[in-house]
């Protein structure tokens, strides 16, 4: 069965060092996303890629935070310059098509824990 | 701000019960409705979606809407301690908006 795929699993690194993390959609899927986890709450929205241009971002996805689909398959979150607070776990997801209607959902990979120290 | 709100637990239920899950909006406009399970350290697992008022099975699951009441709720019969997982009600407004999770609601499974 066709899966989201991320890697690293975990990722540690400095405060204000750039960290990039990836993302392998599922293949026939249009509609990319990443969310983050902070541990103990929510699961909190950061950003929809479509058609190589964002559609929509949260008020968490600051000048730090960029999206690219560098090829037809990697889709990853570059944070800049990291801060203590960017601490959580990240999440990619794929859609055939905008979540909601008969067929389509947005389905999770595993994630990346990030730490920064 | 649209809001989803969800009761945070723990529920606690004995092995063979039934859970009920419950989950209500604020955008009254909503189109779907997701139920994923969260393990803990574990990315969100897709368990039902749901778009119609009613309700909607899937083996010992059963998802229900009521959109006048702008409410959710996921059933799960003969409960297994495998189920113990916080599960997430997440609503999609329709287009190109994004879906909001809720702070999701700890189930346990008593044996």
């Given at each position: ?22 993302c ?5 899927h ?19 890629f ?14 730090q ?18 801060k ?26 595993p ?7 | ?20 899950l ?13 139920w ?11 368990i039902?979606?749901?778009?119609s ?25 003969d ?20 879906v ?12």
């Amino acid at each position: 069965e066709p899966e989201v795929t991320q890697t690293p699993s975990h990722q540690v690194t400095q405060m204000g060092q750039e960290v990039i993390l990836r993302c392998v959609p599922i293949s026939n899927h249009l509609y990319f996303y990443w969310y983050r986890q902070i541990l103990g709450q929510k699961v909190e929205f950061l950003v929809s890629f479509y058609n190589n241009e964002i559609s929509e971002k949260s008020e968490i996805f600051d000048d730090q935070f960029s999206v690219e689909r560098p090829d037809g398959s990697n889709f990853t979150l570059k944070i800049r310059s990291t801060k203590l607070e960017d601490s959580a776990m990240y999440f990619c997801a794929s859609s055939y098509r905008p979540s909601g209607g008969s067929t389509d959902t947005q389905y999770f990979g595993p994630g990346t824990r990030l730490t920064v120290l | 701000q649209k809001e989803v709100e969800q009761n945070s637990g723990p529920l606690s239920v004995p092995e063979g019960a039934i859970a009920s899950l419950n989950c209500t909006y604020s955008d009254r406009g909503s189109q779907s409705f997701f139920w994923y399970r969260q393990y803990s350290g574990k990315s969100p697992e897709l368990i039902m979606f749901i778009y119609s008022n009613g309700d909607k099975e899937d083996g010992r699951f059963t998802a229900q809407l009521n959109k006048a009441s702008q409410y959710v709720s996921l059933l799960i019969r003969d409960s297994q301690p495998s189920d113990s997982a916080t599960y997430l009600c997440a609503v999609y407004p329709g287009g190109y908006q994004k879906v909001t999770f809720g702070t999701g609601t700890k189930l346990q499974v008593i044996p």
